[in-house]
């Protein structure tokens, strides 16, 4: 089974390594080529240029930051063009439903199978293969990558058999996590306030009512940032626009996706585009309760 793997930033190339490491061979390209090199040393062939890299493959996955990266290389590039008949492109990327329709057509009139695989969980959850992979496509296209999902997947949904319910449900989700970080951060504030220290106020409030994994795990980021962001307030940004736009589309209101989005255009504004997503938040929301304008 020959497998092309496109788009190796942190969580791609996360994501490869696990691939690598169960056996898989893989064919991989990057826009950034030297991010390819530990994959190299791992054992992945490493091609010239995108459609040199899924020409014989069986399955392409790919991982792009937005909607822009997809286009411009699955559609502008030609790789769609290049794929075999009968080959699956499996997407892990956060893209729009949009895009994801779109994509869904083009492969169709070329005979290929499209399934969105869109994952949470940060790189460093990814190296641990304990990602947990939303699924949307024709089932035996499913089932033929589903022992690849596994290697990087703690648990696997299958949503239905149109892809971009899979997509529409990453950007549900993270929403969520905007939620969380949202409250998080001006729970923190609060607790400064009342002199209790941030990390006891998180620890006793996720015992006490959550009991979540998640909210100890981004509490920990959120109070302990680390040098490399998992995800950035840009990132941030571009899926609260998705899930913005995804919503308008049906004619629903989004009130408070609306006031997150605001908030993280002005931290962003305030030159914390490029902080981790959780940390940057917490960030901007303490610098705004202490100098209210």
Do not use: C
Not at 138 to 152: C, G, N, Q, S, V
Not at 197 to 213: G, T
């Amino acid at each position: 089974m020959e497998i092309a793997f496109l788009g190796t930033g942190q969580m791609g190339s996360a994501i490869a390594v696990r691939l690598l490491e169960n056996g898989f061979p893989l064919t991989v390209w990057n826009r950034t080529a030297s991010r390819l090199k530990p994959l190299v040393e791992r054992g992945a062939s490493e091609a010239p240029d995108p459609r040199q890299a899924v020409k014989n493959a069986r399955i392409l996955f790919t991982m792009f930051m937005d909607d822009a990266a997809v286009s411009e290389v699955l559609l502008n590039k030609g790789v769609l063009e290049a794929m075999p008949e009968g080959s699956v492109h499996v997407s892990l990327s956060t893209i729009s439903v949009q895009l994801s329709q779109q994509l869904t057509t083009e492969h169709s009139v070329r005979r290929h199978s499209f399934v969105a695989a869109p994952v949470f969980g940060r790189p460093n959850v990814a190296a641990e293969g304990k990602l947990w992979t939303v699924v949307a496509g024709k089932p035996d296209a499913i089932e033929k990558i589903r022992p690849l999902l596994e290697t990087f997947s703690r648990g696997i949904t299958v949503v239905g058999e149109k892809p971009y319910k899979a997509h529409a449900m990453k950007i549900g989700g993270n929403f969520l996590i905007t939620a969380m970080i949202a409250s998080l951060s001006e729970g923190f504030v609060y607790a400064e306030s009342q002199s209790i220290d941030p990390a006891q106020y998180a620890e006793v409030v996720n015992a006490a009512l959550f009991r979540s994994p998640f909210y100890e795990a981004y509490s920990r980021v959120m109070l302990h940032p680390p040098e490399v962001p998992g995800a950035t307030i840009a990132l941030g940004q571009k899926d609260m626009r998705l899930f913005r736009e995804s919503a308008a589309a049906t004619n629903t209101r989004t009130p408070l996706a609306d006031h997150f989005a605001e908030q993280l255009h002005q931290a962003a504004e305030a030159g914390l585009q490029n902080r981790d997503w959780a940390a940057g938040y917490y960030q901007f929301v303490r610098s705004i309760s202490h100098n209210p304008q």
